[in-house]
């Protein structure tokens, strides 16, 4: 890349070195347990002998990839010889995570029936009602519950188990890696794909689970520092997009967690990257006074392979944001605007024709077939007869269930609350004594999310009055990601936003840079500015990055009323 200097890449290197140490930082436990118990219909019952009558208080439950396991949990009277229910409807529900059931009783004997037809059990930890663990004495009759109790923590919390979406991302791809019935299928499979080969490298642990989207978020960087940097032609501008989106709250919660959205946000940019680098190229061509960029090629009559390079790589990265989420679907959309906006009026006709059969392929063909592979994992489902018929099928009833999900959700959102962050969404909240919380938020840095609605309407003045077109490429960008919500029905969480606010991200870049360069005061502005999104990201780093904190630390940082960050 001609236009990236030594200053860009020190950087560009700074700023990815500190997110690395950010978000690698306590991201998870390299260790869970992972010998498993099965239980089916004819292999249910569980007995548990102390030796003896003790005060058991509870029996914590590392379930397996099946969720909401119930049990029926007795105690045997030895004067009546006799089992007697205490809890006939207990049950651990959450997936490759630490769910405690209740006891609290003096007993030796305790019994366990898991009253569903299967149930998968990685580990069982007994706890007596102060608090010390206890080994049953036939525990060697079941030796897959007990053999990793050290592996209990002292606090449940993100670090050794499961958090918020990852009970569906997380364990789907546990199941594509032990071609296990599939759980989740609301979504395509890519980035569960993508998930899965965290887990092949470092185990079916919370560190395992969540390292690609840690290695996206980090990606993501590089990718906003390069497209910022052929917009706006400096290592300012560059340096100081690319910061807002290291110190933004929400990049870094989706950067930790093993869900999908970091890895489609990460191609939505891309493929606007690489659209945006084929306007330049070809305008620098055919059109050397646009303004779409800087650097003049030499004049030529007809595609060169380094022109249409760029627009083939936007739609194979298209192609990738749809196998990973429908969202992808709404960027392409964008993509067609742009695209046709540009055309229209600036290419040559003769080379329309071709240019139609190019877009067929990366646009049209690229994006079935990688959409279609994705699908390669889907295991557990006898009604399809075929990747093709899995691809179909599986799509109808990923279309059925949006369309026809009825939920509420404390945390849901509407999109007219996303660019205020009016309700934060609380992934996890875990208490880890009697004053510290564990508590991971999504949400955005409040001083990049609210100086982004000024911004956006200055970028929108400055395409509709000036016509500058690079103002209309962002714009047109920006509605691509957030204006389709504006029609959905469906519960929406403040989380989908992300994708668009990557481009109010580069439109605070457009305007920073406008201010730097037309007013004497300009880079002191900015200065103050970037570093007061520094200092808000650090006020708000233990509620988003599940560091134990007081719990009136959370109160403190509540600024709008229905912002519960702790609980």
Partial sequence: MSFMNKKDYI???????????????????????????????????????????????????????????????????????????????????SVFAWNKLDINYNTRYIGLVSTDEEAVFNEFVVLQTDGTSILPVNAGDYPELFDEQ??????????????????????????????????????????????????????????????????????????????????????????????????????FTLSRIATIDIFAAFFILLMYYFMYEYFVKDSAVHRPQLPFGRTALPAQSKFSSGMLLPLGLSGTAMAFGIATKWTGIYAGAGLGVLFIWYTSTHFPKRQIKRLFLFCCVFFIAVPLAVYTLSFLPVVGHTEYNGLI???????????????????????????????????????????????????????????????????????????????????????????????????????????????????????????????????????????IYMITAVIVFALFYPVISGLPVSREWGMQLRWLKDWILVL
């Fill in 389 to 527: 018929d899995k691809a179909v099928k599986g799509s109808f009833s990923m279309f059925d269930y949006h369309s026809k999900l009825v939920a509420e959700h404390y945390y849901s959102s509407p999109f007219y609350e996303w660019p205020v962050i009016w309700m934060p969404l609380l992934d996890a909240n875990d208490a880890v004594s009697e004053t510290l919380v564990s508590s991971v938020s999504c949400m955005g840095n409040p001083v990049i999310w609210w100086a982004g609605i000024p911004c956006s309407l200055f970028v929108l003045f400055r395409f509709l009055v000036k016509k500058d077109k690079k103002a209309g490429f962002l714009i047109l960008a920006y509605a691509a990601q957030y204006v389709p919500w504006m029609s959905i029905g469906r519960i929406t969480f403040i989380y989908h936003y992300f994708p668009a606010i990557l481009f109010v991200m580069l439109m605070m870049g457009y305007t920073m840079d406008f201010v730097m360069n037309r007013f004497r005061p300009g880079k002191a502005a900015v200065t």
């Fill in 150 to 251: 050290e592996l209990f923590p002292e606090a449940k919390t993100y670090m050794n188990g499961t958090m918020f979406d990852e009970v569906y991302h997380g364990r789907t791809a546990y199941e594509f890696i032990h071609a296990l019935p599939t759980y989740e299928t609301t979504h395509p499979h890519f980035g569960k794909i993508l998930i899965s080969l965290g887990i092949r490298m470092f185990g079916m642990t919370p560190f395992g689970w969540r390292f690609m989207s840690a290695v996206f978020g980090i990606l993501i960087l590089a990718v906003m520092y390069v497209f910022a940097k052929r917009l706006f032609g400096t290592t300012e501008g560059a340096a100081l997009t690319t910061a807002l989106l290291a110190f933004d709250c929400m990049h």
């Fill in 11 to 93: 950087c560009l290197g700074i700023l990815l070195s500190v997110f690395t140490v950010l978000a690698f930082f306590r991201l998870g436990n390299t260790h869970a347990p992972q010998s498993s118990y099965q239980a089916t219909s004819e292999n249910r019952d569980i007995v548990l002998d102390f030796g003896d009558y003790l005060d058991i208080g509870s029996i914590h439950v590392f379930l397996g990839n099946l969720n909401t396991r119930h049990f029926s949990i007795s105690v045997f009277n030895e004067v009546t010889g006799s089992w007697e229910v205490i809890d006939g409807e207990a049950a651990a529900e």
